[in-house]
């Protein structure tokens, strides 16, 4: 359940993001694109945060963690990478 929620969690910043994005100074570039590239590096730190927290507090192993941290992360920044693509393609 934990994991949903965390999910739920990079879901809920990429919408942020997603909401912020006209207001952001790009220099020219698609505002859309500027918010994907910076949700992805901030999401995985997020994510090895989560992973740390598995390893510390809960008692797991790396190795036991490793496979969340590639779903947690994946999945949000799956999105991401599609709206990117579709969103960076339509760029000169």
């Known amino acids: 359940m934990h994991t949903v929620k965390v ?3 990079g879901f809920a910043l990429l919408g942020v993001l997603l909401l912020i994005a006209p207001r952001l ?3 020219g570039r698609h505002p859309i694109v500027f918010a994907m590239k910076l949700f992805i590096p901030l999401w995985f730190a997020v994510s090895v945060i989560n992973l740390i927290v598995g390893i510390t ?3 797991y192993s790396f190795l036991q963690e490793a496979p969340v941290l590639l779903v947690v ?3 949000p920044a799956l999105v991401a990478s599609l709206i990117w693509w579709r969103f960076g393609r339509n760029m000169p």
């Open 7 to 9: 999910i739920a969690a």
């Open 25 to 27: 100074n790009t220099g």
């Open 57 to 59: 507090r809960a008692g």
């Open 73 to 75: 992360f994946g999945v």
